[in-house]
C-alpha cells in the first residue's frame, strides 16, 4: 500500500499575490533562499515520495526551470572553484523525478488533480496545494498523514489541524463521525467555508490530502461547484458514501504562503530556524520592538 507520488498543484492565478504573481508564479516566490513550492517538495520527500508531478499553467516555465539539470551552469561553476554551488544545484534537479502536467483552464483545485490522472494511473498519491508550507521537527506533515493512510486500509486521509474557532469560516470544517485513533476521526462530511455558527467542528482542511484512485473517477463526475469551479471536497463528499474517509490533525506549524501575511511570516520563522541568520535576525527585531 505504498505512497511514492505527490500531485502539487501550481497553476492557480494568485490573485491574491498580485502584482508579483503577473510576472512570478507565487510557489516561486523565495523563503529566504529557496522557492515555496522547495519545502513542500522536501515535506513530500520526507515521506519517501519518489515522483513529484507539478500542475502548471502556461506560461509558469519558472518552476520547470528550477527542477531541472543545468549541465552547462553546473560545468562553469566547477571551472570557477565554485564546487560547492554546482553540486547543491544538480541535487535539486535529481533529489525526485518531477512531472509536469499542463492546466490549460484554471478551473479550480479538483480540476487541476484531475489532471494528474495520466501520469498517477492506480497508484496511491499525496496531493498538497503549491503555496502552503510547514515547519516541523522530526516527521513532516506528509510523513504523518501518509502513515496514517497505511495505517487506515488506503482510504482518503484529509489533512489538517485544529484552528481557532474564528477562523473555522475560512476553511472546510470537518464533520466527525468519531475519533478513531489518536489525532485521527473519521468523517461524515466537509463543511467548505460555513459561517460561523454553523461549523461542526474547528478541524480545518489544511491543503493536504492523501488518496487512491478512486478520486480520480470522482472528479471526473464533479459538476463546477462554488465559484463555477470543479471544488475536490465535492469529489470527496461524493467518495463519503462510497468509503471511509478520515481526517489526521497533523503536527508542525503551517503557513498560508499565498496571502501576503502567511508569506511573510513564514519567512522570518524559517530565517530564525537558521544558525547562519538567527542572531542577526533577532538583533534586528528587537531593535524595532524596542
Ligand atoms: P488557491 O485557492 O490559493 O487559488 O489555490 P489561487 O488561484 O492560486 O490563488 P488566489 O485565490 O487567486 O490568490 C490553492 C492551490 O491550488 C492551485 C494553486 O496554484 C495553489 O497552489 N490551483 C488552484 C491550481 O493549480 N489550479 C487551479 O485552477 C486553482
Known sequence: ???KYAVIPCAGHGTRFLPITKGV?????????????????EECLDAGITDIVLIVSEGKDDIKKYYDVDSKYE?????NGKDEYATLIHKIATKAKFHYVTQYELLGL???VLQAKEVVGKNNFVVCCGDDICTYEGRSPVTQLVESFIKNGGFTVVGGQTVEHKNIVKYGSMDVKSNVAPRTYELK???EKPKLDEAPSDLASLGKWVFNYKIFEELENTPRGAGGEIQLTDAIARLLG??????????????????KLGYLTAIIDVALSRDEFKEGLLN???SIVK
Open 242 to 259: 462510497k468509503e471511509p474517509v478520515y481526517f489526521y490533525d497533523f503536527v508542525g506549524k503551517r503557513y498560508d504562503c499565498g496571502d
Open 1 to 3: 500500500m505504498e505512497v
Open 75 to 79: 560545468e562553469e561553476l566547477r571551472k
Open 189 to 191: 462530511g466537509i463543511i
Open 284 to 286: 534586528h527585531i528587537k
Open 110 to 112: 479538483g480540476h487541476a
Open 25 to 41: 508564479p507565487k510557489e516561486m516566490c523565495p523563503i529566504v533562499d529557496r522557492p515555496t513550492l522547495d519545502y513542500i517538495v
